[in-house]
Every structure is written in structure tokens, then in C-alpha cells.
Nanobody
């Protein structure tokens, strides 16, 4: 089993920045890919970004250029830097991890962007 704990959410004004962190513990040897999904009120959960153990990154098209995912292998932590935030970025952001598919999920951290 893998445990994921997110931190860094909060309230920010439009145009501001936030950095989310996700610390993994447990059977971390089984993790190849880590990433972030988000779910806004009344909407389905959507991919934000993902990063493999080799460092390959993938982003949702609508988030390219504003968001950056990175990984600290020594700390078993993945980060999500969000810049130029918009009100439509308001959502609960979930950290996830797995070997091929996302098998493990954190409880989520709420990001609220005010206009």
C-alpha cells in the first residue's frame, strides 16, 4: 500500500500562485508515475499533470504553460506549481500514484481562486 498526503492548498487571488506538495509513504518502490487530478464542484475529475519515474511529464492541454509538475525522488514527494491562477482553477486537487494506472489517491486539497 501507498499513502499520499497533500498539502499547500488554500485561498488565492486570481493571478496568484500556489505550490501543492504530495508526500508518498509505504510501498513506494511500486510507484512509477505520480500526478495530480482535480475536481471542481459539479464537474468530473480531470487530469492536471503526471510525471513518471524517468521524469517524463504530461499535462492537460488547457493547463500547459501555467502549471509545472516536479518530483523529488529523495523525499518521495511530487510538487505542483500553479501560476497565474484563474477562478476556473478552483477545485479539489488530488495527488495520485501507481505503476501504470493511478492506483493510489490522496484525500485532496482545496484550492480556491477568487476573482
Amino acid at each position: 500500500q501507498v499513502q499520499l498526503v497533500e498539502s499547500g492548498g488554500g485561498l488565492v487571488q486570481a493571478g496568484g500562485s500556489l505550490r501543492l506538495s504530495c508526500a508518498a509513504s509505504g510501498s513506494i518502490f511500486s510507484i512509477n508515475v505520480m500526478g495530480w487530478y482535480r475536481q471542481a464542484p459539479g464537474k468530473t475529475r480531470e487530469l492536471v499533470a503526471r510525471i513518471t519515474k524517468a521524469g517524463t511529464t504530461n499535462y492537460a492541454n488547457s493547463m500547459k504553460g501555467r502549471f509545472t509538475i516536479s518530483r523529488d525522488y529523495g523525499k518521495n514527494t511530487v510538487y505542483h506549481q500553479m501560476n497565474n491562477l484563474k477562478p476556473e482553477d478552483t477545485a479539489t486537487y488530488y495527488c495520485c500514484a501507481g505503476f501504470v494506472t493511478m492506483d493510489y489517491w490522496g484525500k485532496g486539497t482545496l484550492v480556491t481562486v477568487s476573482s
